[in-house]
Every structure is written in C-alpha cells, then in structure tokens.
C-alpha cells in the first residue's frame, strides 16, 4: 500500500489496524497468523523448520497519537452554535489543533437482536476549533497563545439547529433497530498527506508518529519470504502515547500470550529463545530543528534525510544496549543503511518508547530506532521520504538476512 494512502487511511488506531491487514494480505502466505485485540496487531510468520537454534525476529511500534477524543457526554451549546468537549489523550502540541479542517473516527459499541456488535465509522463532516481573533486577543503574537484544553478546545459541530446531540448522529451510522451502547471517537486532521519540499523530499501528514514505523514494519514483512529457522514478527501495540500500561499496550500481556502460543513449536525452553531474539523498537526521534538548534545535544542531533536514529538514554527511558546498539550497528553497515545517533540534553527530560516495557518484560535484546522528524505530536508533522525508505531497507534486512548476528 503506498505511504500517503496508508497515512490517509489509518485515522485511529482501528483504522490502522484495518489497513496493516490490508497490506500484510499482500504477502499471500497462508503460514501467517493474525491476532488481534481491538487497535492493536500481533503478525506472526513461522520458519520453514523449527529447530533449536530457532528464534524471534521482532519488529516494534504503535497505532495511537496524540489526539482529542470526544467524552462520553460532550454535548453544549453556546453562541449560536453546538460544541463537542474533548478529553486529552496523550500530550498533543494543543495550538496546532486550532484552526483546522477536523474528521471523527473510531469505533462504536451496540447492541442488535440481544447481540453486542462493533462497527468502524469514519463520518464525512468537518469540523473546527476556531482561535480567538487578534483583535481580541492583542498581545498574542507577543506574549504567545495560552491554551487551557478544559476550556479552549471545545470543537464547534454544527449550528444550534441542528442536531441536539452528537450521539444521535452516531445512532444514524448503525443498522436499524440497533442500539449504541458506547463509542470510542477521535478527532484528526482531514487534510491529506502529501510530499513537500522543492524536490518533493518531505512527507506532510498528521499522525506520521507512528504510522511512518507501522508502515515501513508492514511493508517489509509483507515482501520478505519465510526463513529456513527464525520466527518473523511484528507487533503494533495501541496506548504506547498514555503508558502502555493496558490490554492492547506493550506493558501488558499481548506479546507473550502470542509467543506462548507459538513456542510448542520451539525446541527449547522459551526464555532461552527470547534471549537469543532480537528486537527493533521503532519510533520516530526528534530531528534537529533549524530555527532551534540550541534544543539539541550538539553532538547527536539527527538531521532530515541522514539515515536511521538511533534512540540513547543513560536512564534507560530507551531499551537500547551496548549489546542491542552493536547488532544494529552492524546491520546497517551489512546492508548500507545510513545511521545517526540521539542522545537527550542532560537538562530536559527523555520521552520513551514500547522497547523497555518489551525488553524488560520479555528479556528481548532490543533497539530504539527512529525516522527523523519535526513538529512532533503536532497535528501535522513532516519526515524525510528517503530517511523512510531506508527504515523498510533497515527492516527487511531484519527479516530477510540470513545469518542475524
């Protein structure tokens, strides 16, 4: 699936898992298993023989972003005009969402015939979060916009004749004589995904942190080809940007559950599988920033367009090693994938990936990647095409090299 059809797709977390099936559908190998647990994917693709030397090739990521989802009773009205209240999920960049064309997506809950069903929705509606006019609001480009999100991010849906709830506009998306029993709805940004950049060099998009790595794991397990011993696997987790701490998160049982159940198949015990493994936690890094330079660590600040970050923190806010860093290492030079190495100032704090809930948990040997980019958790943030294409190259190199250091 091309990239800016799959980030246009891919507008929740269910979205996302939808298209990843899609896409993974294309490797035509009926030896694949699929589980699933609602926004979050675990593909699993067996050797052609198990034997002892047998192990886990794991790739790593997640379907959520920062985003506003829509509260249980979210309904008021002022001004002439209806308003749906949000709550926070993640730690959205909150200016970025003022101002712009917004779609509503996710799942909704009900009940049919004394059964309980889902369905996906996508509504065709726009709506907004309107800023305050200058002329209102004088010292702003001064003194810079303040957003309280209690009071400020209240997304205006139609006219106050229109419809009185918003719950009944998601009652008219289910089949008749069906009852909503509960909805789980985000806001996104509607524009679409599209390259920029004098050459064309960049993607711009919403929710590139972290469909880029959803898509570069897909796309090259979709094209590798069963190994002769080793157990190819990619798992996307949901609620990586609250904790991970849940059902569908990487901090809690999904990932072994998937590996229990495969590991009859292995003929040795499965610690001494997983110790052997390998993982690729990947996530997007923080490329330095041409007008803000002074943020970065000098000496390890990617850049747009220099190759694979990767991902250190003395605090352990990231699961690489100097064990997991080697491998890396050398698989980018074996492959010729170009690298770059992060490391956080020592005065502002380190965000974190899936890679420490996954290697602590399971005692994977893991490495947190990333693709370089900017404006992260704004609505719309940009990467490097070729820094993507050589995330794919760095993947399937995992998948596909036969002799894994």
Not at 282 to 303: R, S, T, W
Not at 329 to 358: H, W
Request: hydrophobic share 40%; charged share 20%.
């Amino acid at each position: 699936m091309d990239f800016l059809e799959f980030l246009n797709k891919s507008v929740t977390p269910y979205h996302t898992v939808e298209s990843l099936k899609a896409l993974l559908a294309c490797a035509e190998d009926e030896n694949v298993q699929l589980f699933e647990r609602g926004g979050a994917l675990i593909v699993v693709r067996p050797p052609k023989e198990v034997c002892s030397d047998s192990k886990f090739r794991i790739a790593l990521a997640h379907t959520d972003y920062p985003t506003l989802k829509i509260t249980p009773n979210p309904d008021s009205a002022s001004a002439g005009v209806r308003t749906l209240h949000p709550e926070i999920y993640g730690s959205p960049l909150f200016t970025s969402w003022l101002d712009r064309d917004l779609g509503y997506a996710g799942l909704l809950a009900y009940e049919r015939n004394g059964r309980l069903e889902t369905k996906l929705v996508r509504g065709d509606k726009l709506f907004r979060i309107p800023q305050l006019a200058v002329h209102l609001n004088r010292g702003v480009n001064q003194e810079g916009l303040k957003v309280n999100p209690q009071t400020d991010l209240n997304a205006l849906w139609t006219a106050m004749d229109g419809r009185e709830r918003f719950v009944d506009a998601l009652s008219a998306e289910l089949p008749a004589g069906s009852k909503l029993l509960d909805f789980d709805i985000q806001l996104f940004d509607a524009q679409p995904a599209n390259r920029g950049g004098f050459a064309d060099e960049w993607i711009y998009s919403g929710r590139l942190d972290n469909l880029s790595s959803c898509h570069a794991i897909a796309e090259a397990f979709a094209a590798a080809d069963a190994l002769e011993k080793d157990f190819q696997v990619a798992a996307f987790f949901n609620n990586e940007e609250v904790g991970s701490e849940t059902r569908e998160g990487a901090a809690g049982n999904f990932l072994k559950s998937v590996l229990d159940s495969v590991s009859p198949l292995v003929c040795k015990e499965l610690a001494g599988v997983l110790s052997s493994s390998f993982a690729l936690s990947i996530d997007m890094a923080h490329a330095c920033h041409p007008n803000f330079v002074q943020k970065h660590e000098g000496n390890h600040a990617p850049v747009l367009g220099g190759g694979v970050v990767l991902k250190m923190n003395s605090q352990k806010r990231y699961a690489s090693d100097v064990f997991s860093n080697a491998r890396f290492k050398l698989l980018c030079e074996q492959n010729n994938i170009p690298y770059q190495t992060f490391v956080m100032r020592n005065d502002m704090p380190c965000g974190s990936t899936v890679g420490p809930a996954i290697s602590a948990s399971l005692g994977i040997p893991t490495v947190d990647i990333g693709e370089p980019m900017l404006s992260m958790h704004s609505i719309r943030e940009m990467t490097a095409v070729v820094d993507h294409e050589n995330m794919t190259k760095l993947v399937s190199a995992l998948y596909c090299s036969s002799n894994l250091a």
